[in-house]
């Protein structure tokens, strides 16, 4: 789940440091866990001399999902040790991510979907699956 706030603070720090991009990818790798490095074995060498394709890949491979971004965003607690803004500021990154994934560009697009969700909850389950594979099928 912290994966697209993980790759902004490296691209972050690659821009501070003035990092040449033939470096950053090299760097990338050697941070990454156990997991994400076995994930790595698998695309040809050239993809992964560019950061930008092995966030990408990387990303699509964890799956991170606009369902699974709201959900967090809803149900996201303070820990008691962290502070009111860190909080906040964890939040605000969840909710980007969802709308992210969800494209919303707009203010127009952003209500759309905050209303849209809002009618996704009052639905009967057999109703809502009902319109989810609909909208499945169209896209």
Known sequence: MEFPSYFASVQNL?????IPPQLQSKLLIAMLNECSNSLLAKPAKERLDKNVEVRDYLLREFKQTAEQYCDKFRTAVKSLTETYTLFGSYVKKLFLYYLQSRKAKTLEHVID????????QTLSLACLRHVLSTRNRLL
Do not use: I
């Not at 979907?113 to 996704?120: E, P, T």
């Open 14 to 18: 690659f821009t501070l440091y003035e």
């Open 113 to 120: 979907l905050v209303v849209s969700d809002r009618n996704k």
